[in-house]
Every structure is written in C-alpha cells, then in structure tokens.
C-alpha cells in the first residue's frame, strides 16, 4: 500500500475567495507541522484534532511569510482517506496554492494524482469502488437530478443492492455444496427446483437494475439531441431559443451556420445536449459541404432528432433527402415559420403530416409543444431519482449485464441436466462480476484507469 504523503489543491485554480490545499498520507501533520506558524504559538501536532486554527505558512527556506491561513489537522483513521490529513485554507487565486504546495513539496509530500485522495479511501476501505466512482460524479454533475443520482450511490445504494444479490448467490453455491459433499440425502430434485427458482428471482432483481440504466443514460449524459433541416428552416433560432441565449449566429441567409455546435440544457429537469447543425443541402462550398456531412454524420449517435420544416416553402428534395437518413431514429418533425402564408404539403408522408408539431420560433408560439413531447418520450416510465436504485454508470449496466447473463446459464445448464459443480462455476462468474463492480475483485490497471478519469485534488 502507498504510504507516501500526498499534496494537491482541493480547489479549482482561479480568481476565488480560499484556496485548500489538502494534505494526506502518514507525514501529513509533520510536514505541516514544520511549517505552520499558529498564532497561539504551539505546533499543529500539539493542537487539538479538527479544530481549525489561524496562522501564517512560513516558507522555512526564505524565513518568509508566505500566506495567512487557517488549518485543520484530522488524524486517521476518521478521514477522508482514513490517513492522517491536513487541510490548508489560504487565499485563492493560484500564487497561494502554488507557493503552498511548492513547500510542501520540498518538505518531502508529493503532488497527488488524478483521484489519489479517493483512490486511497477506496483502498483503505472506507468506501467501496460505486462510491468512490460517484464521489467524481458529483464534481461533474450539471443537474439537480444527476447530483442527486450520485449522491444516493455515494451514500451506498447500489453497493447495498449489490451486496444483497451476492448474498442470494453465496446462499446458492452453499445449498450446492450441502448436495456436492452429501450426495446420499439424495436431495437433489429437490435442490434443483430451489436453484431454479432462486436463480429466476435473482434475474428479476437484475432486470430492474439493468432497466434502470435507461433513466441513468438520460439524467447523467443527457438526451443527444440534433437540430437537423435543410438550410433557413430556423434550426439556429430554434437552438437559441432553447438556450435562451444568442448563442449561434441567425441571418436570413440559407447556410448561415457551417459547423455543428453543441451545448448543454436543462429544460424543465430534461438534460439535453443539442447539437445545432449546417442545414443540409447540395453545394459546392467547400466549407459549406463539409458542414452538411458533420452533420449527416452525427445523425448514428443521436437519441433524439428534431427535424424542422418550413411552413412557408413546397417540400423540396433535401427535405425528403432527409427524411430518408433518419427514417430509424426517433424524431421529433416540427413545422416552423407557420406565421408565415403555408406552402409546404406533406401529401406523401401521411405519418409526418399527423404528427408534426406547428410551431412560429420568430413568433414564440408552439415552442413548448416540444418540450413537453420530449418529456413524454423520454421521462414516461422514468424512474424516480428519489426512490429508486438508478444505475447510472455505463461500467456498472455492462457488468450487470454479464452477472445476469451467467445466472441465465445457470437454469440453461439445469435444462441440459448438467451436473451441480457446472452450475457453481456459474454462480462464481456470477459473483466474480458483481466483485468488478464494487471493487473487490477488479483489477490493478483497471482502478487505475477509473481514479486517472478523476480531477485533479479529489
Ligand atoms: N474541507 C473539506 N470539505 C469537504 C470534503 C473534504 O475532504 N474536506 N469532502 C471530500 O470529498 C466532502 C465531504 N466528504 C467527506 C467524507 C468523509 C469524511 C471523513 O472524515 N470521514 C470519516 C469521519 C466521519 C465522522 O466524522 O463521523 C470516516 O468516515 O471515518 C470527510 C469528508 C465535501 N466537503
Ligand atoms: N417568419 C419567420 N421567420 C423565422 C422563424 N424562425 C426563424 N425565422 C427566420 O428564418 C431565418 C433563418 O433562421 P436560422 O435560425 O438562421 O435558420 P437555420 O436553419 O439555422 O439556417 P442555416 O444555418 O442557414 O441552415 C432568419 O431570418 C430567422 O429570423 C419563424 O418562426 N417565422
Ligand atoms: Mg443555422
């Protein structure tokens, strides 16, 4: 296990009322020591444990004051990483937290990694890998609904659910082995049945985890949301309206906009990431065309496309062009530009001429049509962020998906009457991928990879 002591600043670098530099590891509180000036005069490992004092950092090489602070020394093991940790509240700004660390340094702490700090309180057992992957959720999160999503799986939600179908796994494998190591009680109709059944139970709890990914994507990713149409159909106004903010330039010129522009917005709760578009057409623009094909291109990836009509011209090629490349996404059809004299006529596409939402952007009428529609298609069924075991982690919905794919082993191999010790090798699978997702079976290279997606200082 890493002993070193490790240094970062816990808070981002920049114009801000403090700074914190956080300190951890088994020299925390020396190397602080030798460093803090307290006003009372004692050393910090004289003080009191989390009390924070007033003082002065002294940079012992120059006998130079180099900030006013407050500091806060907290002995492991009740830590955040269950080590001895110092926190150092000077002034923001970056000169402070440089210089500070600079010292530190120099006293022997080194610069922690990306996620050190919560990769030694998983290390050290205070929390399981879920808790430490939602502790970076948090720092991430753009919604009320995401934090909140995370916060429960920090609070240990899913970690809770997982252990329970573990349990229900280890009550399988020793109902197994009673039959493996006692074969004369000849119980072992009986014990099929049971294995049954409890495997079918299991696979339920599964189902509703793995199904609950599907509000997971929405509120942690947000709704990929395209703006597509063929040029002056209002798609940038259309993404400003919905940004409330004139964030992409609108002209009455067709082709106005050339490369994609993505931002984020939380409409009503609804995360969505729009993704505003050249309008697709013929041209021989050079720049304009490679616009057009950005934006055919991003059509794979989209959740949902909102696809913009002008009421005021005749269906036109592109239109149709378009419709065709999206016939398999999910598509919301809008009608704009209805204040404006009708041309369009959608005679051969009955379906688009039924739902088709008329709307006027430049008039501000119809507009929250569209919000409520994207409600409808994607929060129906949703479910509560409050209540419900959300899993919100693609890693986690994969390992889900492999844990439950074993136990449906499991009653194949009852199907084909194979013999119990083939059904624990599944059951084992089983729990091996539930290990992955909590932590206690995964491996080295693969923790690393998940705290370096940290920030810096958490
Ligand atoms: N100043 C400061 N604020 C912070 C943090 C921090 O590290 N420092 N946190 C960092 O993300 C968050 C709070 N999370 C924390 C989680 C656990 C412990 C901790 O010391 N746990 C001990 C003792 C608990 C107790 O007092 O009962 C433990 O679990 O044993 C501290 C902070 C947000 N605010
Ligand atoms: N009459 C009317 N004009 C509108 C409406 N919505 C947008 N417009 C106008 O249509 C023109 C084109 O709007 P944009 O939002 O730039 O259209 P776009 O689809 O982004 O166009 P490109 O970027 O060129 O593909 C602008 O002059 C808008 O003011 C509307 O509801 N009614
Ligand atoms: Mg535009």
């Known amino acids: 296990m890493n002993t070193d002591t490790i240094a970062a600043s816990a808070t981002y670098p920049g114009m801000s009322g403090i700074g914190i530099v956080r300190v951890s590891g088994k020299d925390a509180i020396g190397i602080v020591s030798d460093i803090f000036k307290s006003k009372n005069g004692k050393k910090l490992s004289e003080l009191k444990n989390r009390m924070m ?18 500091v806060v020394a907290m002995k492991g093991p009740n830590t955040f990483t269950k080590e001895d940790v110092v926190e150092i509240n000077c002034h923001g700004g970056i000169v402070s937290v440089e210089m500070i ?24 057992g205070r929390i399981d890998l879920t808790q430490a992957e939602a502790v970076m959720d948090l720092v991430s999160s753009k919604t009320r609904n995401s934090f909140d999503l995370s916060l429960h799986q920090l609070e240990g939600r899913l970690s809770k659910e997982i252990r329970n179908i573990r349990q229900s796994l280890m009550d399988l494998i020793s109902q197994i082995e009673v039959n493996i190591d006692f074969p004369e009680y000849d119980e072992e109709e009986m014990t099929v049945e049971n294995i049954k059944n409890i495997s079918r139970e299991i696979l339920k709890r599964f189902d509703k985890l793995i199904k609950s990914a599907d509000t997971g994507k929405i509120y942690k990713e947000g709704i990929k949301t395209l703006i597509l149409g063929k040029p002056n159909v209002g798609k940038s106004s259309l993404m400003n309206y919905l940004l409330n903010e004139n964030r992409a330039i609108v002209t009455e010129i067709p082709g106005t906009t050339r490369d994609t522009i993505e931002e984020f917005v939380n409409l009503a709760g ?58 398999d996404k999910k598509v919301l059809y809008l009608l704009n530009k209805t204040d404006l004299p009708e041309k369009i006529d959608f005679e051969n596409f009955h379906k688009i001429k039924e739902e088709v939402i008329k709307v006027s952007i430049k008039g501000n009428r119809g507009l929250e049509k569209i919000e409520n529609k994207i409600k409808e298609e994607f929060l129906k069924g949703a479910l509560d962020v409050d209540d419900d075991i959300i899993v919100s982690n693609m890693r986690h919905k994969n390992l889900l998906m492999k844990a439950r794919k074993s136990i449906e082993e499991v009653l194949e191999s009852i199907e084909k009457s194979l013999t119990l010790e083939c059904l624990e090798v599944d059951i084992m699978n089983s729990l091996e991928f539930l290990g992955e997702i909590t932590g206690e079976s995964v491996r080295d290279d693969l923790i690393d990879k998940i705290f370096t997606e940290f920030c810096i200082g958490k």
């Open 53 to 70: 004092y007033y003082g002065w950092i002294v940079d012992p090489e120059k006998d130079k004051v180099a900030d006013e602070v407050l």
């Open 101 to 124: 660390l600079g010292i530190l340094i120099s006293r022997g702490a080194r610069l922690a990694e990306r996620g050190e700090f919560t990769k030694r309180a998983f290390l050290n």
């Open 270 to 327: 609804v995360p969505l990431k729009i993704i505003d578009t050249a309008g697709i057409r013929y041209t021989d623009d050079e720049v304009e065309k490679i616009g057009v094909k950005k934006a055919l291109d991003k059509i794979n990836e989209a959740d949902l496309i909102l696809m913009i009509f002008d009421a005021s011209k005749a269906l036109e090629g592109e239109d149709i062009m378009i419709i065709k490349e999206i016939q």
